[in-house]
């Protein structure tokens, strides 16, 4: 079936930077599109990033709060994709979920925490 496993998230200062990393597992992953996500308790989860399938050049989009600070990216021979953050702030602070858009089915991991706090 399909998993995906999120890791990397960890307390940060202002300022610092992170890897996040998702793990996929029981599907093609090359042929999906992806995206990192992220939700703080009592709001909606908002989009941070995502990236397209092989077919789609694995082209990238970000929620404007993140432009020039995050960089999602993808390792289709690993299986694996990533989120750099860099420049941290504490309106950062959330759980980050990986998503999996498979043939039109969305698919969550079960998220990491990241704090940016002094």
């Known amino acids: 079936q399909v998993q995906l496993v999120e890791s990397g998230g960890a307390l940060v200062q202002p300022g610092g930077s992170l890897r996040l990393s998702c793990d996929a597992s029981?599907?093609?992953?090359?042929?999906?599109?992806m995206a990192w996500y992220r939700q703080v308790q009592g709001k909606e989860r908002e989009m941070v990033a995502t990236?397209?399938?092989?077919?789609?050049?694995?082209?990238?989009n970000y929620a404007d709060s993140v432009k020039g600070r995050f960089t999602i990216s993808r390792d289709n021979a690993k299986n694996t994709m990533y989120l750099q953050m860099n420049d941290l702030k504490p309106d950062d602070t959330a759980v980050y979920y990986c998503?999996?858009?498979?043939?039109?089915?969305?698919?969550w991991g079960q998220g990491t925490q990241v704090t940016v706090s002094s």
């Open positions: 029981g599907f093609t992953f090359s042929s999906a599109s």
């Open positions: 998503k999996a858009n498979i043939r039109l089915t969305p698919y």
């Open positions: 990236i397209g399938s092989v077919v789609f050049e694995s082209r990238t």
